[in-house]
């Protein structure tokens, strides 16, 4: 089945500096990936949509100078939290779906990464 | 922003018990997906049914979607422990985006 991979699944960092967190979709190329944050004991909530080769779209809310988004490959979406405070402390997923949807699979699905926790300290 | 509203937020049952969880949303939708997220995991995709399709089966899960109240079910049928997990709503709309359901809690006990 489609995998998509994140990394790194776990990361502390002080106060101030940035976290570069990626994902990866490793059997099949996706154009569009989406980046989530789920907070304790909450749903996921929408950050931003990353398309391969253009400016990522954001939510309202979200704050593109503090998260930046780079869809540099087919395969590969990056989520970069500037300047991160304790209050970015998260667990941040990223899904990738493929246009023309996979062999045994449905289009309309997206595959979900395993997630990053990140703790700032 | 979040579409759904999930009922109810937690729910406490007994091993063998059906459990019934319902999502509500908002606009109209292309699809409607029910995911699975054990406790600081990631989302396991359960099932997916579609904007014309109104009940759908995979094992022991069973969906229902009620387009013109703008609803969906799950049922879990014959809980075993390993069902206790997070389960979220999830629907699609135009441009592909996957806006979540707040949740519910399921807790079976063995």
């Known amino acids: 089945g489609a995998v998509v991979s994140q990394h790194p699944s776990r990361v502390i960092c002080k106060s101030g500096t940035s976290v570069k967190i990626e994902c990866r979709s490793l059997?099949?190329?996706?154009?569009?990936m989406f980046w989530y944050r789920q907070f304790p004991k909450q749903s996921l909530m929408l950050m931003a949509t990353?398309?391969?080769?253009?400016?990522?779209?954001?939510e309202q809310g979200v704050e593109k100078d503090k998260f930046l988004i780079n869809h540099a490959s087919l395969t590969l979406s990056t989520l970069t939290v500037t300047s991160a405070h304790p209050e970015d402390s998260s667990f941040y997923i990223c899904?990738?779906?493929?246009?023309?949807?996979?062999?045994?699979?449905?289009?309309?699905?997206?595959?979900f990464g395993p997630g990053t926790r990140l703790l700032v300290l | 922003s979040q579409q759904g509203e999930e009922d109810p937020q937690a729910l406490s049952i007994q091993e063998g018990e059906n459990a019934t969880m319902n999502c509500s949303y908002k606009?109209?939708?292309?699809?409607l997906q029910w995911y699975r997220q054990n406790s600081g995991r990631g989302l396991v995709h359960l099932i997916l049914?579609?904007?014309?399709?109104r009940e759908k089966h995979s094992g022991r899960l069973r969906v229902t979607l009620d387009t013109s109240k703008k609803s969906s079910s799950l049922l879990i049928t014959a809980s075993r422990a390993a069902d206790t997990a997070s389960y979220f709503c999830?629907?699609?709309?135009?441009?592909?985006?996957?806006?979540f359901g707040a949740g519910t809690r399921l807790f079976v006990k063995a």
């Open positions: 999830a629907t699609n709309t135009g441009g592909f985006k996957t806006i």
């Open positions: 606009t109209s939708i292309n699809n």
């Open positions: 899904s990738a779906r493929s246009p023309s949807g996979l062999a045994g699979g449905i289009r309309e699905t997206q595959y």
């Open positions: 990353s398309n391969e080769g253009s400016k990522a779209t954001y």
């Open positions: 059997d099949f190329q996706a154009t569009t």
């Open positions: 049914i579609r904007s014309n399709e």
